[in-house]
């Protein structure tokens, strides 16, 4: 047997004579991930954050061992992840249990013994559903912007950023405010949207082309999807995942630029991990940069892989606060790109609900970081800065992170 995707799955199994059997027929026909072995049916919570944490491609449920759970577990599923293959399976062909199971969501069945044939004809068909998943976005690219701390400037960095692409690029693009309390961006571009994120939430199972462009405002030549403007609405969203907005994102843009509240929490944890750029927005304050110090330490305990984070330096002076060379040494982090303090050009751009403008200070670092990120080997060269010089300052940092 053979496949076509690297396949990351999550077995729902307590019948563990099953579960082995299944794990064995993985090893010998998928090339495998990690898979994730759960012997009970876990709570809709715990369900969620399972997905949310493994990103699985594929989950396998047993559902001989306890119908009804098995099946609530199911229905849980498909309305956290539609576009999840789901593969239930069976100690025996029971026609009844099977056409439940198609009723709630299922999309495959294995039936003991999981023959090669049996075993085979699934995976060809799974692998068809996953290649086809991927759509036109395949080749689309997301950038996450995420501040360290409040007040770091990423909102403006990522409108502005996604201005800057669309200066110099005629793909398709979406500036996304997926803040889900404190967004910002319909205020910062004058704009007064009839719907939000959480509308894109709710529809994930059916969204299309049609329904996707009457939930985005078009200004500037982007779409742009709002967070809503009541942090009321938004209530629950904290534990929903983000990925099947985020993967329908893909299917229609070539650029998605998303502007996220932080780095903290199952909803940024999923966003970070979907994303294919992290830019992790700081300044060059001390508190700012001990903070950028925690929130590395959380996405690498999160398992969140580093070769995608670029560090952003915002409101940088060179007379004021920390040089980059000093940043870099304390957070054993290359800084990918400084932004200059520009106070007045965003203040008009504010003012006028309009990006900075490309003659400024700011404008042209914007311009410079845009060419830089869409450059076809966007990886740059990093460093592992020493300690000696500054080792004062990592005591200080280890101080006060305890």
Same mark, same amino acid.
Request: proline fraction near 5%; hydrophobic fraction near 40%; aromatic fraction near 6%.
């Given at each position: 047997?053979?496949?076509?995707?690297?396949?990351?799955?999550?077995?729902? =199994?307590?019948?563990?004579?099953?579960?082995?059997?299944?794990? %064995?027929?993985?090893? &010998?026909?998928?090339?495998?991930?990690?898979?994730?072995?759960?012997?009970?049916?876990?709570?809709?919570?715990?369900?969620?954050?399972?997905?949310?944490?493994?990103?699985?491609?594929?989950?396998?449920?047993?559902?001989?061992?306890?119908?009804?759970?098995?099946?609530?577990?199911?229905?849980?599923?498909?309305?956290?992840?539609?576009?999840?293959?789901?593969?239930?399976?069976?100690?025996?062909?029971?026609?009844?249990?099977?056409? &439940?199971?198609?009723?709630?969501?299922?999309?495959?069945?294995?039936?003991?013994?999981? *023959?090669?044939?049996?075993?085979?004809?699934?995976?060809?068909?799974?692998?068809?559903?996953?290649?086809?998943?991927?759509?036109?976005?395949?080749?689309?690219?997301?950038? =996450?912007?995420?501040?360290?701390?409040?007040? =770091?400037?990423?909102?403006?960095?990522?409108?502005?950023?996604?201005?800057?692409?669309?200066?110099?690029?005629?793909?398709?693009?979406?500036?996304?405010?997926?803040?889900?309390?404190?967004? *910002?961006?319909?205020?910062?571009?004058?704009?007064?949207?009839?719907?939000?994120?959480?509308?894109?939430?709710?529809?994930?199972?059916?969204?299309?082309?049609?329904?996707?462009?009457?939930?985005? *405002?078009?200004?500037?030549?982007?779409?742009?999807?709002?967070?809503? %403007?009541?942090?009321?609405?938004?209530?629950?969203?904290?534990?929903?995942?983000?990925?099947?907005?985020?993967?329908?994102?893909?299917?229609?843009?070539?650029?998605?630029?998303?502007?996220?509240?932080?780095?903290?929490?199952?909803?940024?944890?999923?966003?970070?991990?979907?994303?294919?750029?992290?830019?992790?927005?700081?300044?060059?304050?001390?508190?700012?940069?001990?903070?950028?110090?925690?929130?590395?330490?959380?996405?690498?305990?999160?398992?969140?892989? &580093? +070769?995608?984070?670029?560090?952003?330096?915002?409101?940088?002076?060179?007379?004021?606060?920390?040089?980059? %060379?000093?940043?870099?040494?304390?957070?054993?982090?290359?800084?990918?790109?400084?932004?200059? +303090?520009?106070?007045?050009?965003?203040?008009?751009?504010?003012?006028?609900?309009?990006?900075?403008?490309?003659?400024?200070?700011?404008?042209?670092?914007?311009?410079?970081?845009?060419?830089?990120?869409?450059?076809?080997?966007?990886?740059?060269?990093?460093?592992?800065?020493?300690?000696?010089?500054?080792?004062?300052?990592?005591?200080?940092? +280890? &101080?006060?992170?305890?």
């Amino acid at each position: 047997m053979t496949a076509g995707a690297n396949w990351k799955s999550l077995i729902i =199994c307590p019948n563990q004579m099953m579960s082995a059997a299944l794990v %064995e027929a993985l090893g &010998r026909g998928v090339p495998q991930g990690a898979a994730l072995q759960v012997p009970t049916y876990p709570p809709g919570h715990a369900l969620t954050e399972m997905l949310i944490t493994h990103l699985p491609t594929v989950c396998f449920l047993d559902v001989g061992s306890d119908s009804e759970r098995a099946l609530g577990t199911l229905v849980e599923l498909v309305t956290a992840n539609p576009k999840l293959p789901l593969v239930a399976l069976l100690a025996s062909n029971d026609p009844e249990t099977i056409l &439940r199971c198609v009723r709630q969501g299922a999309s495959e069945f294995l039936i003991q013994p999981f *023959t090669d044939d049996q075993f085979g004809q699934m995976v060809e068909r799974v692998n068809k559903k996953l290649l086809a998943g991927k759509g036109d976005g395949s080749q689309s690219r997301i950038y =996450c912007l995420m501040p360290a701390k409040g007040a =770091c400037g990423a909102t403006t960095v990522a409108s502005n950023l996604a201005f800057q692409f669309k200066r110099q690029t005629a793909k398709k693009l979406l500036l996304a405010d997926l803040d889900q309390f404190t967004g *910002t961006l319909s205020f910062i571009l004058k704009l007064k949207p009839n719907y939000s994120f959480t509308d894109a939430l709710h529809h994930s199972h059916e969204l299309d082309p049609a329904m996707w462009k009457s939930l985005v *405002t078009q200004t500037g030549g982007l779409d742009v999807l709002m967070s809503p %403007e009541n942090s009321a609405d938004a209530s629950g969203s904290d534990q929903q995942d983000p990925t099947a907005i985020v993967e329908f994102m893909r299917t229609m843009y070539d650029i998605a630029v998303l502007d996220t509240g932080g780095v903290y929490g199952a909803w940024n944890l999923a966003l970070a991990k979907i994303c294919d750029e992290l830019l992790l927005v700081t300044t060059n304050e001390l508190p700012a940069l001990q903070a950028s110090q925690r929130a590395l330490s959380y996405l690498d305990q999160n398992r969140i892989d &580093r +070769s995608k984070i670029r560090l952003v330096v915002n409101r940088y002076n060179r007379d004021v606060g920390l040089s980059k %060379e000093v940043i870099e040494t304390a957070l054993h982090e290359e800084v990918f790109h400084v932004l200059p +303090s520009d106070y007045d050009s965003v203040q008009r751009a504010l003012i006028d609900g309009k990006p900075i403008p490309v003659g400024s200070a700011l404008g042209k670092a914007m311009v410079e970081m845009g060419e830089r990120l869409e450059q076809k080997d966007p990886e740059t060269t990093r460093k592992s800065a020493g300690s000696s010089t500054w080792g004062g300052l990592l005591s200080l940092f +280890s &101080r006060t992170s305890s």
